[in-house]
């Protein structure tokens, strides 16, 4: 295609897409001829009234010179500090940190930069300035990287084109011509300067494919002459996902952050091409270069601005263009764009010829490229969008510093639409994982509470005791030093925690995982991980008891973390039996609520029919090396019946292990203290004992509770069952003897 073409092709999808910043440039064109020079200004005649002001059109004008004068100058490094050369130099950089530069624009530029036709302090003002209007054409970059080969380029110019590649990745229309240069960017990995760089790259463009085991053995042998650095890391972490086998040593499985984007140039350009490209202004943006002034961008949040917006690959809109090549137009024919798909029906039929955004944000709003996602389990699609999530959350979305309500609620929004995909995907991001490790620290327990902690219940299954410093520590800080009603937030939080890590290992734990996840090697290994999860809770829970004065409030929602706990080896046929502590059960034991009376007992009916079941599997008992399950455990339980037992029905508490003078007693005035805590005198169920007794006698003014024993106490319980007492009906008819009535 001529640049002629590109150049009207552009104008027009810039029209079509009503994006706000206009950078008309069809005013001149590249390789002009003198021939079109009244085309050119017929053009700007006409256009003028609709789209454009006197002052673009001389901004237009002005870019135009600057551009051919730097495309046909010969100017050598001496002369560099020439006024003329200044004033285009200006000229670039105003247009392009006010409205960006069309990709023909760039296309020329960079060859400019590249070429050393000009010193190497104009090269690199020239290089830095490389900001798009909308995108960047594949083709420009391959023409920029083979000028790296021509020697003309100094070091600090391929160090910098590096970054700006890795910075504009996203905006780049296509990249497999790019991906079939892997071979030269893996080279260049020789050079320590351009090293972190080239390895940022490769870890965008790496497909398994690109996995070779001569590339393995460069990045060991770079890793032992420079030690372990994080970007080398990162691809060697990478390559053993694509590749297992061909990677034996060990790598930190918990590293989350292998590249700073905050010494990013272009991060302000970066936003303001996403804002334009959904039109959120009416002016153009007053930009800097630089990351010091990021923030103070006179913007309204927006989510739209953070999410990109769902389009195709740019170049699918040429379609039909007669100087398409018969390849591009073959795959035309097979691709769906994204903007045709509208119903679940229409994504089966078309399964295989979709056309995925170039920035894989945009699919986090979109159910049913969500579903594509989640079906082709395709690895470079989630390193593509873990790596945008990455940059998003960690340089662009720093909550923490967020004190204006506008910009929270919005913030708000944007974290409630990751939280949604990953409800949606039944699994969560590593991306927001790393966020959650850098910014809990900060976190005041107060602002996106919400969000903050459901994020923290899909964090993916990982070894508890790496997981646990560098979040649930901080957590545990924040817990004891908050509120009751945060206290119960955050254990709602554990137990959704818990109920995704029990699915996942039932589903996975003999499936390899999609996305590197650090499950253990062992099913040993894993389910000591989930065990300790418990007792963290455990621990948690216990302290908290103390420190709310054994709030009835906080003693539910610690119940239904256990309920979860007590039925793991039955519902989800993983081997493990934890009970809750001491501290927690006894607290629930003399609890004045019979809600959590009949609650204790419901647990205490499933951890028994847990513990047959895996007594009696066979299964288990052949593979006792891999079962989290004790003698130990089956004591306490045995001591926890007997004590519930001999306190609700035998009236014999505290038989073993509890003993209290019986003169103290005594003085206290509970003498009978054996019947205190039996169906009929627990405290709980004393309210239940006298209106049971009044329908008896409705006459009588006194009820004497101790009358209900022999026929009655029979009758009583169905009375106790018939109130919706279901967990202390089930607890009596599993693990009582009927015989052995009071």
């Known amino acids: 295609m001529s640049p002629q073409k590109r150049v009207k092709n552009f104008q027009a999808q810039n029209r079509t897409s009503q994006v706000s910043f206009k950078t008309d440039l069809s005013a001149w ?100 300035c490389m900001i798009p209007t909308t995108l960047i054409l594949e083709d420009s970059v391959v023409k920029a990287v083979s000028w790296l080969c021509v020697g003309k380029c100094s070091g600090t110019m391929k160090v910098l084109f590096y970054r700006w590649l890795v910075a504009m990745f996203d905006f780049i229309d296509r990249k497999e011509q790019i991906n079939l240069l892997y071979g030269f960017f893996f080279a260049s990995l020789q050079d320590d300067a351009l090293c972190p760089s080239v390895c940022h ?39 053993k996902f694509f590749v297992p086998t061909l990677i034996s040593v060990s790598l930190p499985i918990r590293k989350k952050i292998y590249f700073k984007n905050s010494d990013n ?30 923030r103070p961008l006179k913007r309204k949040w927006n989510t739209h601005s953070v999410i990109p917006v769902l389009n195709s690959g740019s170049y699918a809109k040429e379609c039909g263009n007669k100087e398409m090549s018969l390849s591009d137009c073959l795959n035309f024919d097979k691709s769906l764009r994204l903007e045709q798909l509208q119903s679940f029906s229409q994504l089966l039929q078309n399964f295989d010829c979709l056309e995925l955004p170039s920035q894989m944000g945009s699919v986090l709003n979109n159910s049913l490229l969500l579903h594509y996602i989640n079906c082709i389990r395709d690895e470079s699609l989630l390193l593509r969008l873990y790596h945008w999530m990455n940059q998003t959350l960690q340089e662009e979305c720093i909550w923490y510093k967020v004190n204006n ?79 009751i009603y945060f206290k119960c937030s955050v254990l709602q939080s554990l137990k959704e925690l818990l109920q995704n890590w029990l699915l996942w290992l039932s589903m996975d734990i003999h ?154 007693l005594e003085k206290a005035g509970v003498a009978e203290y054996k019947n205190g805590l039996n169906l009929v005198h627990h405290p709980s169920l004393l309210s239940y004992a006298a209106s049971f007794l009044l329908q008896e006698s409705p006459e009588e003014r006194t009820v004497n509770v101790s009358s209900i024993r022999g026929k009655k106490w029979n009758w009583y319980l169905d009375y106790l069952f018939s109130e919706g007492l279901q967990g202390l009906k089930l607890f009596i008819r599993s693990s009582i003897l009927h015989s052995s009535v009071p």
């Not at 009416?282 to 800097?288: A, Q, R, S, T």
């Not at 609890?591 to 895996?614: E, Q």
């Not at 599997?617 to 037992?645: D, G, M, P």
Request: glycine fraction near 4%.
């Open 511 to 664: 499936m390899k995982p999609l996305m590197g996840s650090p499950l253990e090697t062992t099913l040993d290994g894993s389910m000591n991980s989930v065990s300790k999860l418990i007792d963290f809770v455990g621990w948690l829970s216990t302290t908290a008891m103390r420190l709310e004065s054994n709030n009835t409030f906080l003693l539910h929602f610690i119940l239904d973390f256990y309920e979860k706990v007590c039925d793991i080896y039955v519902n989800h046929d993983l081997p493990l039996v934890v009970l809750f502590p001491p501290g927690i059960f006894y607290s629930a034991l003399f609890s004045l609520d019979a809600s959590i009376l009949n609650k204790l007992c419901y647990i205490m009916h499933r951890y028994h029919k847990n513990l047959m079941a895996a007594k009696k599997n066979e299964l288990v008992q052949k593979a006792k090396s891999e079962f989290s399950f004790s003698s130990k455990t089956c004591q306490q339980f045995n001591h926890y019946l007997t004590v519930i037992v001999g306190c609700l029905w035998t009236s014999k508490p505290f038989k073993k292990g509890i003993h209290i003078d019986p003169q103290i």
């Open 29 to 128: 064109k590249v390789n002009r001829k003198p021939s079109d020079t009244k085309k050119q200004n017929n053009l700007k005649q006409k256009n003028s009234g609709e789209d454009c002001e006197p002052a673009d059109d001389q901004s237009e004008d002005t870019l135009q010179i600057a551009v051919d004068y730097f495309e046909k100058g010969t100017i050598k490094t001496s002369q560099s500090r020439d006024k003329v050369l200044e004033k285009h130099l200006k000229t670039v950089e105003n247009v392009a940190w006010k409205n960006g530069l069309a990709p023909e624009v760039i296309d020329i530029l960079l060859t400019v930069a590249l070429s050393g036709k000009f010193g190497n302090a104009v090269n690199t003002r020239i290089l830095k």
């Open 201 to 239: 790259l490769l870890y965008l463009l790496t497909k398994k494919e690109n996995v070779k085991p001569f590339r393995v053995r460069k990045l060991l042998d770079l890793q032992a002459k420079m030690g372990m650095q994080p970007h080398l890391q990162a691809l060697l972490s990478l390559y």
């Open 405 to 483: 309500y506008e910009h929270r609620k919005e913030f708000t929004n944007f974290l409630d639409t990751i939280i949604r995909a990953e409800c949606f995907l039944q699994e969560g991001f590593f991306s927001c994982e790393g966020f959650l490790y850098k910014t809990l620290p900060l976190w005041d327990g107060h602002c996106c509470r919400s969000q903050f902690l459901q994020l923290v219940s899909w964090i993916p299954f990982s070894n508890f005791s790496e997981v646990k410093p560098l979040l649930f520590d901080h957590l545990a800080q924040l817990f004891f030093t908050s509120s």
């Open 265 to 294: 140039l272009w991060n302000s350009a970066i936003l303001a091409v996403r804002l334009r490209n959904r039109g959120l202004f009416p002016e153009p943006l007053k930009l800097m270069l630089g990351t010091a002034n990021i």
